[in-house]
């Protein structure tokens, strides 16, 4: 199985910061690495798709990059309704696997 | 507008069973693979089953291989996840997810609310 490891496990950020997470695949899986958000009592959100794809009607401060092993999410100007926890996900080889998630919170 | 609601979770003994059911509406449901990914008590997510658009594939995490079921209804629009031989670390939110393709599970781009399963004596 593929391994995703996602930092840092938690954050705290202020309102307007720059915020970045990374993703790191045990093994190279293209670009095939999607972005989930998930709020408590909310369903699951895709953000990205493809490591760099904006998935309609997510906001333009959401955005990610990567490929091979190595990837980054970034919420360019963080906002207080992007407290959640953030997810990434590889469908390069089944089963899917996911990172084990980074909490934002505001500082 | 999708949506996709799941149903069937309660509290059941170890070793019992259990059919979780999502219905889906919005989308043209035969035409997508779908999903179940689960969730512990304050754990991340861990995607537990898939299944083609047709139903004949389907596809296992290796942790519920050999005790879980996946199959959907295309008639009634509904996905199941039979669930055998229930351990404690079952015990999670049940989410099922509509992907963006046809036959293997990929990019979940629309989930439920999730329902419930604990498994304890």
């Known amino acids: 199985d593929i391994q995703m490891t996602q930092s840092p496990s938690s954050l705290s950020a202020s309102v307007g910061d720059r915020v970045t997470i990374t993703c790191q695949a045990s093994q190279d899986i293209s670009n095939f690495l999607n972005w989930y958000q998930q709020k408590p009592g909310k369903a699951v959100k895709l953000l990205i798709y493809d490591a760099s794809n904006l998935e309609t009607g997510v906001p333009s401060r959401f955005s990610g990059s990567g490929s091979g092993t190595d990837f980054t999410f970034t919420i360019s100007s963080l906002q207080p309704e992007d407290i959640a926890t953030y997810y990434c996900?590889?469908?390069?080889?089944?089963?899917?696997?996911f990172g084990g998630g980074t909490k934002v919170e505001i500082k | 507008e999708v949506q996709l609601v799941e149903s069937g979770g309660g509290l059941v003994q170890p070793g019992g069973s259990l059919r979780l059911s999502c219905a889906a509406s919005?989308?043209?449901?035969?035409?997508?693979?779908m999903s179940w990914v689960r969730q512990a008590p304050g754990k991340g997510l861990e995607w537990v089953s898939g299944?083609?658009?047709?139903?004949?594939?389907?596809y296992y995490a290796d942790s519920v291989k050999g005790r879980f079921t996946i199959s959907r209804d295309n008639s009634k629009n509904t996905l199941y996840l039979q669930m055998n031989s229930l351990r404690a670390e079952d015990t999670a939110a049940y989410y099922c997810a509509k992907d963006t393709i046809v036959l293997v599970p990929a990019t979940m781009v629309c989930w439920g609310q999730g329902t419930l399963v604990t498994v304890s004596s």
């Open positions: 299944i083609s658009d047709s139903g004949d594939s389907t």
């Open positions: 996900q590889q469908y390069d080889n089944l089963p899917l696997t």
């Open positions: 919005g989308f043209t449901f035969s035409s997508y693979a």
